[in-house]
């Protein structure tokens, strides 16, 4: 296949798959030049389902699944009622969003998802010449 289109195929997969769903956390930064803990939380649990169910990988799949549960819970307590602070998930989320902890662990989060997926892309798209989007 021509390396050029092989390019293009890689390319055309990072920017629609794995930078595309991140335009709604870019534009709450650029508008509000703050995320808040909750909205960073729910976007990684939804980035991690979304791009690595694009995966060939049935590991990377079944491994995508597991921080999504824990940031599902993370958001869950983050929007928790005032009687339900007590409970010890909601303590600890809430200790380390103080700490800005949180919004940290948040952006490795969705910076080493997208680091795996770019890999895979590339190995797809560049070495393997697999096609994106076959019209």
Known sequence: MNPKLNRQNFFCSVI???LIPLVPLVL???IKKHCPNATLAITVSIYCITVLTAS????????SILPSIIF????ASLITEEKFKHLPLTTVVNSMGNSNLLGLVSYLAIIS????HIRERYIRHIKNSESFLPF
């Open 113 to 116: 998802i997208a680091f795996i």
């Open 72 to 75: 599902s819970g993370i958001y």
């Open 56 to 63: 060939n990988s049935w590991a990377w799949m079944i491994f």
């Open 16 to 18: 629609l798959i794995v």
């Open 28 to 30: 709450e930064l650029a």
